[in-house]
């Protein structure tokens, strides 16, 4: 079904998301009620009605363009129950697949950024109040404070779902710092390796893999301590999982085949001479 809301769209806050804001568009918080969206369209209606004094006629017609294609289907989408409660719940799917990404929010406005750095229900409610009051009092900036009530409407959603930017901020320092940690303790595996002195680097890369498992590397150089250890079976799996992890990775791909011949020799001289068969001397 075509959403006439979408004819004027917003490349901020939600409305970036592929998704209509109808309450920004009304100039109303997400958290609204029925009688708050009457209310505030009546008052909307009566702003743009085309009987306004003082509007030339392209002014006119401007006016009931956004009251007919804007402002009225918003206004018949928050008032239909099963409507709005469908969309209460995009909302939440929005916020919940942006909390899951880490989205790190750079809102245009500076009330939207005010908002950001303090979140809290009563100062998200004063920020909405404070431009719904200028929405709808200039034809040429109506679309401007809607995408600004947008901006608003989406910090709250996230804030709702737990997000505050000086969570995301430690989170991005943490990696970093687990990043550049692991990569310390690869280099100093690496020196050992030079120095062929497996056990020394087995014990930093073992320390390193935790840090990060999806790390190739790490697992292609556990590979090749393995290898110089005699443990054939064990040198295979690293092997495997690098090349699992990164196709091209080169230690991996350069050892990986002597691994499978080792493994392969072993299990041979198991079937020859192993078992109970084995020990009375085989055929």
Known sequence: MNDPVRAFKLDRGIGQYNSSDYFAVLGLPVTADALQIRKRYLSIARTLHPDVHGRAPAEKHKACEYLAKLVSPAYNMLMQNRELEEYSALLKLIAKRLMK?????????????????????????????????????????????????????????????????????????????????????????????????????????????????????????????????????????????ALKLNPREPLALAHVAKCISATDTTQDKKKKGGGFFGWLGGS
Request: with cysteine; glycine share 2%.
């Open 101 to 241: 990404r880490e989205l790190k929010m750079a809102p245009k406005s500076d009330i939207a950024k005010n908002l950001l750095s303090s979140p809290s229900e009563p100062h998200y409610i004063r920020s909405v109040e404070a431009i719904a009051q200028l929405q709808y009092e200039s034809l040429d900036k109506i679309l401007e404070y809607t995408a600004q009530l947008s901006e608003l409407n989406l910090i709250y959603i996230l804030y709702q779902e737990g997000y505050h930017p000086s969570l995301i901020e430690s989170k991005s320092v943490s990696s970093t710092l687990s990043s550049s940690r692991m990569q310390d303790y690869i280099n100093l595996a690496e020196e050992y390796i030079s120095k062929k002195q497996w056990t020394m680097a087995l014990g930093e890369l073992r320390t390193a893999l935790p840090l990060d498992q999806t790390n190739s590397k790490c697992h292609a150089l556990l590979g090749l301590v393995y290898l110089n250890q005699n443990l054939a079976g064990m040198a295979k799996v690293s092997f495997q999982q």
